[in-house]
């Protein structure tokens, strides 16, 4: 039987930087020892730390964004949900 560790990327939109607020993004990542927080980007790219994470030896099984209300239609944030084996 194999057993998992489980964490998640959360990349959010900064919201606080003036008129391009919607364009700075922060990620920050949850595991069991505890949360790191890998820097804010200018710009949506989180292929970055989505390639950290596996480096790691983390796998996406899932990803979920959330989107602000209202026009126009913007992302807010995406959470990726992740997983990795377990040696006994």
């Known amino acids: 039987m194999r057993l998992w560790e489980y964490a998640r990327l959360e990349y959010r ?8 607020r919607f364009l700075d ?3 920050v990542f949850y595991h069991p020892d505890g949360v790191q927080r890998w820097g804010t980007d200018e710009r949506f790219d989180d292929l970055r730390h989505l390639n ?5 030896g983390w796998q996406s099984y899932d990803r979920s ?3 602000h209300h209202g026009e ?3 992302l807010y944030a995406v959470t990726y949900s ?3 084996s377990v040696d006994n």
């Open 65 to 67: 964004p959330v989107y």
């Open 82 to 84: 992740m997983r990795r």
């Open 13 to 20: 939109s900064a919201g606080t930087l003036g008129n391009d």
């Open 52 to 56: 950290r994470a596996g480096a790691e």
């Open 25 to 27: 993004w922060d990620a």
């Open 72 to 74: 126009p239609h913007r």
